[in-house]
């Protein structure tokens, strides 16, 4: 069981959908509650909007991330032997 306490606006809102509908309160939540499960479900993740995009770009090194380190300290070496040399 769960108790929720309700600002003045939102008491008198839910009175009101109580008695139109004719339900009781905990049925008014209840519903609502329901509603906004079935419409968070119903939105895609952020994965399944992007997922036509993952995997369309096919150019460049596919092991461009991989050994950073290593290639950086490389480029930085001949860098140095080409300014001592020239």
Do not use: W
Request: proline share 3%; aromatic share 2%.
């Amino acid at each position: 069981m769960t108790t929720v306490r309700l600002d003045a606006k939102s008491e008198a809102a839910l009175k009101r959908l109580s008695v139109r509908r004719g339900q009781t309160k905990s049925e008014v939540i209840r519903d609502a509650i329901a509603r906004l499960a079935e419409e968070e479900s119903a939105q895609p993740s952020a994965y399944q909007r992007l997922q036509p995009f993952i995997g369309v770009v096919n150019e460049g090194d596919p092991q461009l991330s991989e050994k950073t380190g290593e290639r950086l300290r490389e480029l930085l070496e001949n860098r140095q032997r080409a300014r001592h040399s020239g």
